[in-house]
């Protein structure tokens, strides 16, 4: 029996603007902190870079072609902020918000509803100069006044919009960098600015990054020209309960908050969490009065990216009430480091948020995961374990659905083979394969997979 999602389930494809545009100094644009990262030495494996990526800022219209003929029904992209303001702030560039325009019209004519995320990493170098990035509060103000110029402009046009991307990614890993295990070894991930500060210095870029969402949501709905949709898009920590007793589901819970707590328990809950603020100690960011009115504005969608599980977890008579239980290093993975495969995540991620804050609606921003993937002798490219990945994980979804999670939709990480970040190019994403050398797209067999699943509205 093949299981079928909620009547009008979205089935969208994800991407960001540095990992796919390319065309850096195009049109006026200013350099981001990722063009400037990618030419320190050392930095991407290969000493890749996004520099042209897949070159979609010249091949937009064909890609969005694409994107329809594979049965796209919504699509999730990133707006490249220093191509709007080069310098962050002061005057905007006519021709980089013209760029989105002529993408947005493209897709709607397409038949594609288009959602777009506001930051997706690539800060304003200039505001990394002159503030030190994320690190003052000018730069949460100077995007909130960004934002609030992209809703003027675009909002007759997309409904629905996301602050900011991932903020434990960018400002746990660009800030201080993180160390995460790696089959028996410790590897130290970092992403640009690529700084190093300390526990307090990072609790203040956490605490202006939040302030920079907040405010954004504000400017969005005070500028936008009608009803739009804003919240931001995070990778949710999932705790998964070891074994789903009612008081390990219990146990999850009192994880979930604890795990998110500088950054979606913030949010949700427009306070920090008393336990976490103590555990901060003298770290604990400076707060200004306003500020958690701010960062705690309300949303109307809480954008998930699951790629994995975060800890297993069983209910405990500790104070806190749970424990994490190692993770056994058997436990298999995708093809990436980080990538522990576990489609539970995709169950208790969405059910767990919805426990637990009751949030309005619920979209899985990004799930998906890099494999080998090459064409074959007959040129197609059979990427059997990421069908099964997918498969596994909008079952998983199916059930959190069933327990009442408002999910409305699924957006694949990624539509295109892209530029994986420190990764660099060879880390592939996409449901479509990029020859690189030669921007030839091949549509992978998980993109037949998405197709005929996005048609029948069911898990084929
Ligand atoms: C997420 C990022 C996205 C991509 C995927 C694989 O953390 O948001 O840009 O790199 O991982």
């Known amino acids: 029996m093949r299981t079928?999602?909620?009547?009008?389930?979205?089935?969208?494809?994800?991407?960001?603007?540095?990992?796919?545009?390319?065309?850096?100094?195009?049109?006026?644009?200013?350099?981001?902190?990722?063009?400037?990262?990618?030419?320190?030495?050392?930095?991407?494996?290969?000493?890749?870079?996004?520099?042209?990526?897949?070159?979609?800022?010249?091949?937009?219209?064909?890609?969005?072609?694409?994107?329809?003929?594979?049965?796209?029904?919504?699509?999730?992209?990133?707006?490249?902020?220093?191509?709007?303001?080069?310098?962050?702030?002061?005057?905007?560039?006519?021709?980089?918000?013209?760029?989105?325009?002529?993408?947005?019209?493209?897709?709607?004519?397409?038949?594609?509803?288009p959602l777009a995320t506001l930051y997706h990493w690539d800060l304003p170098q200039s505001l990394e100069?002159?503030?030190?990035?994320?690190?003052?509060?000018?730069?949460?103000?100077?995007?909130?006044?960004?934002?609030?110029?992209v809703a003027r402009h675009l909002s007759d046009r997309v409904t629905d919009f996301f602050t900011i991307n991932e903020f434990r990614s960018f400002v746990d890993m660009g800030y201080q960098g993180l160390e995460v295990a790696v089959g028996g070894r410790t590897v130290r991930i970092r992403l640009a600015p690529g700084l190093a500060l300390d526990r307090k210095g990072l609790a203040q870029v956490r605490h202006n990054a939040l302030l920079g969402h907040g405010l954004a949501v504000q400017a969005i709905r005070a500028e936008g020209r009608r009803d739009v949709?804003?919240?931001?898009?995070?990778?949710?920590?999932?705790?998964?309960?070891?074994?789903?007793?009612?008081?390990?589901?219990?146990?999850?819970?009192?994880?979930?908050?604890?795990?998110?707590?500088?950054?979606?328990?913030?949010?949700?809950?427009?306070?920090?969490?008393?336990?976490w603020l103590k555990s901060e100690g003298e770290a604990a960011p400076q707060v200004e009065p306003g500020d958690m009115a701010a960062i705690g504005a309300p949303v109307d969608i809480v954008g998930l990216n699951i790629y994995r599980p975060s800890a297993y977890v069983v209910a405990?008579?500790?104070?806190?009430?749970?424990?994490?239980?190692?993770?056994?290093?058997?436990?298999p993975r995708m093809d990436s480091a980080w990538h522990l495969l576990d489609p539970e995540a995709l169950h208790w991620g969405p059910r767990l948020v919805h426990e637990v804050w009751q949030p309005k609606s619920l979209l899985i921003t990004e799930h998906g995961c890099a494999a080998k993937d090459a064409p074959g002798p007959d040129g197609e490219v059979h990427d059997t374990d990421?069908?099964?990945?997918?498969?596994?994980?909008?079952?998983?979804?199916?059930?959190a659905i069933e327990a009442g999670a408002p999910v409305h939709g699924c957006f694949f990480w990624s539509a295109f083979d892209n530029f994986e970040w420190t990764d660099g190019l060879q880390r592939r994403f996409g449901l479509v394969h990029v020859d690189f050398a030669t921007q030839l797209r091949t549509p992978k067999l998980s993109a037949r997979w998405f197709g005929a699943s996005a048609a029948a509205n069911a898990i084929l």
Not at 27 to 56: L, Q, T, Y
Request: hydrophobic content about 40%.
């Open 4 to 113: 079928r999602l909620p009547e009008g389930f979205l089935w969208g494809l994800a991407t960001s603007a540095y990992q796919i545009e390319g065309a850096p100094d195009a049109d006026g644009k200013g350099p981001s902190i990722w063009d400037s990262f990618c030419k320190v030495p050392g930095n991407i494996r290969n000493g890749e870079s996004g520099e042209v990526a897949i070159d979609h800022y010249r091949r937009y219209r064909s890609d969005v072609a694409l994107m329809r003929d594979l049965g796209a029904q919504a699509y999730r992209f990133s707006i490249s902020w220093p191509r709007i303001f080069p310098q962050g702030d002061g005057p905007p560039n006519p021709a980089g918000l013209d760029f989105y325009t002529r993408l947005v019209d493209e897709l709607l004519a397409a038949g594609i509803r």
């Open 129 to 149: 100069d002159r503030f030190g990035g994320w690190q003052a509060r000018e730069t949460a103000e100077a995007f909130a006044r960004y934002a609030g110029f």
């Open 229 to 275: 949709q804003v919240g931001p898009a995070e990778n949710v920590e999932v705790p998964v309960p070891a074994v789903a007793t009612p008081a390990n589901i219990v146990a999850a819970r009192r994880a979930l908050r604890h795990l998110n707590a500088p950054y979606l328990t913030a949010m949700l809950e427009g306070a920090y969490d008393a336990e």
């Open 316 to 331: 405990d008579d500790s104070p806190r009430g749970w424990r994490a239980l190692r993770l056994n290093p058997s436990h």
């Open 386 to 399: 990421r069908v099964m990945y997918l498969r596994a994980g909008m079952a998983a979804l199916a059930r």
